[in-house]
């Protein structure tokens, strides 16, 4: 006797059904309330304040990821570096776009958001990047401890040493704002950053540098920068981990990410 399929229609009926049911019983769990969610802002188009508001992709998917339990979400912007530090401080409930596993009283989510991250120079440099070991001969500026984040042999190459100090071309910004500034004001010869935040302080500074030069993307890192959501609470956590499948499910998150081109 064989096994009835299932038509695919119903089959997609049934995942609807099977979420909305995850959904409820996590939702049963943690109480709406108001989530304070630390930020690094400067960040655009990602992280960012538009007339005194909260904005960025970052903070509409984390919104809407936790808007089917109720949850208003409350930013509370730092410093890249203690995205860590206000969670156990117990300064923030949530930290977002932070790397990590699970421990130390910190939740972890699945990764919610991804960075294309690019080695770039100006044309008229002349510069010729095939490996990374190219990079070395250049100076560069980064996003604070972008060190860590694009592999382990950029990160065995360029960690600060036991005494903190960093490689003599390597260079950090406190915010991508004024990391791309750094190099439109020719202080450094190649900036690695997103594509997509470089292209729009490209067109954010406009009138301070001449962003319409000729610039060259080497793409070595051959790889997207996922992140991770952390939490205090496992059933946040997982409140969030529901709504993020519910948002790339129904389109909210593709949706998003088109409202900022």
Do not use: C
């Amino acid at each position: 006797m064989h096994a009835r399929k299932i038509p695919l229609i119903a089959q997609s009926g049934l995942q609807r059904l099977a979420l909305t049911g995850l959904l409820l019983s996590i939702f049963n769990t943690v109480n709406a309330t108001e989530i304070r969610v630390a930020l690094v802002t400067d960040r655009e188009p990602y992280s960012f304040k538009k007339n005194n508001v909260d904005s960025g992709i970052e903070v509409d998917l984390i919104r809407a990821a936790l808007k089917p339990f109720g949850h208003v979400i409350k930013p509370v912007i730092v410093p890249k570096a203690r995205l860590s530090i206000v969670l156990k401080s117990e300064e923030a409930d949530v930290s977002a776009t932070i790397q990590g596993t699970d421990g130390d009283g910190l939740f972890f989510s699945e990764p919610y958001i991804s960075f294309q991250n690019q080695v770039i120079s100006k044309k008229k440099k002349n510069i010729a990047i095939v490996t990374l070991a190219d990079i070395d001969k250049y100076s560069l500026i980064i996003w604070q401890g972008g060190w860590r984040n694009l592999g382990p042999l950029f990160e065995a190459t360029y960690k600060p040493d036991p005494s903190g100090k960093f490689r003599p071309n390597y260079n950090e910004a406190h915010s991508q704002l004024n990391q791309s500034k750094m190099f439109w004001a020719e202080r450094t010869d190649l900036i690695i950053v997103d594509k997509k935040i470089f292209e729009h302080f490209r067109k954010q500074l406009h009138n301070e540098f001449k962003t319409e030069e000729e610039v060259v993307f080497h793409d070595i890192l051959k790889s997207q920068t996922s992140y991770q959501t952390a939490f205090r609470s496992k059933e946040l956590r997982d409140q969030f981990n529901a709504g993020l499948r519910k948002i790339r499910s129904d389109g909210t998150y593709q949706a998003i990410l088109d409202s900022y081109q």
